[in-house]
Nanobody, 128 residues
Framework: QVQLVESGGGLVQAGGSLRLSCASPSGLAFSMYAMGWFRQGPEKDRDIVASISRTGSNTIYADSVKGRFTISRDSAKNTVYLQMNSLKPEDTAVYYC????????????????????WGQGTQVTVSS
């Protein structure tokens, strides 16, 4: 059973920063997986925030976070990160990490159905 464990969420004031981490303690063959971060606000759908290809060569971002959030990965640590800067109250959501087995080194993936494994989520709350 593949496990993904998110950490780093919390309460922050608007304009502040947080860094989320997603690790795989179950020994996921990390380098074979494209990774994504999604978020789900109250009474909203779970939407893509960012995705990174399995080699880290390509990334994509939701328009709402471009220029503020950065996704990265450290294959030696089997961890993917989401650096979130200039946070806004509308960024408040549960943030989920997801993994997709990817045969393509450079592919990124946009939708929930593209991903095979999910973490349990971490709450991010941005106060105004």
């Amino acid at each position: 059973q593949v496990q993904l464990v998110e950490s780093g969420g919390g309460l922050v004031q608007a304009g502040g920063s947080l860094r989320l981490s997603c690790a795989s303690p179950s020994g996921l063959a990390f380098s074979m997986y494209a990774m994504g971060w999604f978020r789900q606000g109250p009474e909203k759908d779970r939407d893509i925030v960012a995705s990174i290809s399995r080699t880290g060569s390509n990334t994509i971002y939701a328009d709402s976070v471009k220029g503020r959030f950065t996704i990265s990965r450290d294959s030696a640590k089997n961890t993917v990160y989401l650096q979130m800067n200039s946070l806004k109250p509308e960024d408040t959501a549960v943030y989920y990490c997801a993994a997709r087995l990817s045969g393509s080194a450079g592919s990124t993936y946009y939708t929930r159905n593209d991903y095979h494994f999910w973490g349990q989520g971490t709450q991010v709350t941005v106060s105004s």
